[in-house]
């Protein structure tokens, strides 16, 4: 099993360019996650969704949109990328939404300048 | 909402010193409660969680933490680092709808 993958590894764009972040996981799990981290101030939850076809907003969902098209893929779209959200993105999935172990991707450097 | 608080950002040891990484969390319900250990330029792994049950939980290599309920709180302790555990550590804490983390402490552990 590869576990939760994660595409691009790191990324440039400059303000205003648009990107999608692809997370992928072969652990047939129900949930999936997408995280910011920033220094100082831990990981913070941007989208997520309880099963395919369905998405939520986290904590910080403001300039992000999300899909979960199949239920191994969940994808996170900048439509115009400003330098604050420059960060490492990490996706995370469970089976288990209460209880059980978020498993997480390598993550994402993104860069906008 | 579920906030997590870790008291120290930054925590120096020497080789084979014990060590506590604070953590507390505010909530008015139950909770379940993670420790995360994240390596350099790596994601999140899981080191240790609180669900139910005995109060002392204990990781496969040598951490361990304590729910408190009285004090909200859920340190994690090793009575002797060694340098590979040098990383920095998350704690975490789900609520009703999400999962929230503190801001990390990282510990280096020094020869």
């Known amino acids: 099993n590869a576990g939760v993958t994660q595409t691009p590894k790191f990324r440039v764009l400059k303000t205003g360019q648009s990107m999608t972040l692809l997370c992928a996981q072969d652990m047939n799990h129900e949930y999936m996650y997408w995280y910011r981290q920033d220094p100082g101030m831990g990981l913070r939850l941007i989208h997520y969704s309880v099963g395919e076809g369905t998405t939520a907003k986290g904590e910080v969902p403001d300039g992000y949109n999300v899909s979960r098209l199949k239920k191994q893929n969940f994808l996170l779209g900048l439509e115009s990328a400003a330098p604050s959200q420059t960060s490492v993105y990490f996706c995370a999935s469970t089976g288990s939404y209460r209880t059980d172990t978020q498993y997480f991707g390598p993550g994402t450097r993104l860069t906008v300048l | 909402a579920q906030s997590v608080t870790q008291l120290d950002s930054q925590v120096p040891v020497f080789e084979e010193a014990p060590v506590e990484l604070r953590c507390n969390y505010s909530s008015s319900v139950s909770v379940y409660l993670f420790w995360y250990v994240q390596y350099p330029n790596q994601g999140l792994q899981l080191l240790l969680k609180?669900?139910?049950?005995?109060?002392l939980v204990e990781s496969i290599n040598g951490f361990e933490a304590e729910f408190n309920k009285s004090q909200t709180s859920f340190h994690l302790r090793k009575p002797s680092v060694h340098i590979s555990d040098t990383a920095e550590y998350f704690c975490a804490a789900r609520g009703d709808n999400d999962m929230r983390f503190g801001a990390g402490t990282r510990l280096t552990v020094k020869p």
């Open positions: 609180y669900l139910s049950g005995s109060t």
